[in-house]
T-cell receptor, first 116, second 108 residues
């Protein structure tokens, strides 16, 4: 399957700082990437859809000024959590959409964010 | 009504057992269907796509019933390594909708 990397895998930061998470498609070009958040024992929650070269589409209830998404190239999308607070602590996962027969998506390994 | 609904379980089965999961989706315009597997504190990984004709991959069989709007996953001869959460995923208009997942524990 297609390979998606995410960096960093784990980050601990102080409240009020900003954290940048990178998502890369390693062996294919991804015109669309998705950003999800998952709290313990809950399902993935889509935060936003990131399209290369255009503004991200945010889901209802997700603050676009707090979660900045940039998809500047066909292989890289970034999510910046600005002025992080403890309630932002979560598992953030990106995925990239692949068109090969059945339209599907492959996930990055996730970033575990802990805000102190 | 949720886009995708799954029984969260947990399903606790002995090694070697056969176990089946079902998933229902609410929108008949849904276009493609998948089962993902997620291990604890890891990302979801694609297990298999689901086709109307049904498809099999080793011990795993997936089926889609468009008339009743449900998807199933059958695991035969369960292994300890099958223990995970199984996510039902539906794609409609380039948007992916996730079920909450069904937890499976295979017991020695």
């Amino acid at each position: 399957g297609a390979v998606v990397s995410q960096h960093p895998s784990r980050v601990i930061c102080k409240s009020g700082t900003s954290v940048k998470i990178e998502c890369r498609s390693l062996d294919f070009q991804a015109t669309t990437m998705f950003w999800y958040r998952q709290f313990p024992k809950q399902s993935l929650m889509l935060m936003a859809t990131s399209n290369e070269g255009s503004k991200a589409t945010y889901e209802q209830g997700v603050e676009k000024d707090k979660f900045l998404i940039n998809h500047a190239s066909l292989t890289l999308s970034t999510l910046t959590v600005t002025s992080a607070h403890p309630e932002d602590s979560s598992f953030y996962i990106c995925s990239a959409r692949v068109l090969q027969g059945a339209d599907t998506q492959y996930f990055g390994p996730g970033t575990r964010l802990t805000v102190l | 009504r949720k886009e995708v609904e799954q029984d969260p379980g947990p399903f606790n089965v002995p090694e070697g057992a056969t176990v089946a999961f079902n998933c229902t989706y609410s929108n008949s315009a849904s276009q493609s269907f998948f089962w993902y597997r997620q291990d604890c504190r890891k990302e979801p990984k694609l297990l298999m796509s689901v086709y109307s004709s049904g498809n099999e991959d080793g011990r795993f069989t997936a089926q889609l019933n468009r008339a009743s709007q449900y998807i199933s996953l059958l695991i035969r001869d369960s292994k300890l390594s099958d223990s995970a959460t199984y996510l039902c995923v539906v794609n409609r208009n380039n948007q992916f909708y996730f079920g909450t997942g069904t937890s499976l524990t295979v017991i020695p």
